[in-house]
C-alpha cells in the first residue's frame, strides 16, 4: 500500500492562519502566567479624634458664678446708680472665667447691647477696663495711668460698643489667666437737660467668648 503525504507550501495561506493562531497562543500563556506570578499587601492607619470643651461663666456683685445666658438671665451689674447727677461716676465689675471642664483657652469681647430701654439711655455714657486681676478694686484708681481699654478712654454712648471690639485672652483652668474682671464706669452727660430728671434707663451687655 502507498502512503500519500500531502504537504502544505511554506507562504500558503494554510499555514499562515495556523502560525498566527499559534503566536496568539503564545501571547495568552504568557499574560496567564504573569498574573499568576503577582502578590498584594496592604497597610491600614487608624486615627482617633476628640472634639476640645470650651465654656464661660461670671459673677458679679449680686451673683454667683454660673452661665448668664440667654439675655434673660444676665448677671445683674450693680452700680447703685438711683439718684444720679450729671457727671458723677458709677462703678461696677463683671467676671468672666472658663469653665471648669473646659480644655482650651479662648478670647473674650464685648460684643454687643442688647433689650435696652428707658428715656435716660440718651444722655447715659460710659467707659470700660479690663483690671490687672479679679481682685483689683473697680472705681475711679482703675481707669488712671495706662489701663487696658475695653471701651475708650474717651466716654462712649451706653448703648455702643466699639467696632472691631477688643479681645481680651483667657485661658482654660489652671492657666495663667482663666480669669477676668471687666470694671464699667457710668454716668450721666455733663450738661444733660432737666427735662431727664426722674427719668430711668436700662441695658443688657453681651460678652462673647471665641474658642482657640
Known sequence: MSVVTHR????????????AVLAG?????????????????????TGSFAASVFGTESQTSSSSWASHTPAANAAMLVFNATAMPPAVSYYTWIDIRTTSTSTTGGTVALSNSSNNSGL????????????????TTCAAAAFSG?????????????????????SSPITAPGGATPQLRFCFETRIQSG?????????????WRFTSTST
Open 192 to 204: 444733660a437737660s432737666n427735662t431727664y430728671q426722674g427719668t430711668t434707663g436700662s441695658v443688657t
Open 120 to 135: 435716660l439711655l440718651s444722655v447715659l455714657e460710659y467707659r470700660v477696663v479690663r483690671t490687672a486681676t479679679t481682685g
Open 8 to 19: 502544505t507550501a511554506a507562504g500558503s495561506p494554510r499555514l499562515r492562519r495556523v502560525r
Open 25 to 45: 497562543a503564545l501571547v495568552l500563556g504568557f499574560g496567564t502566567t504573569s498574573t499568576l506570578a503577582s502578590w498584594t499587601d496592604g497597610e491600614y492607619g
Open 146 to 166: 495706662s489701663p487696658i481699654w475695653i471701651v475708650g478712654p474717651s466716654y462712649t454712648s451706653i448703648t455702643s460698643v466699639p467696632s472691631p471690639a477688643v
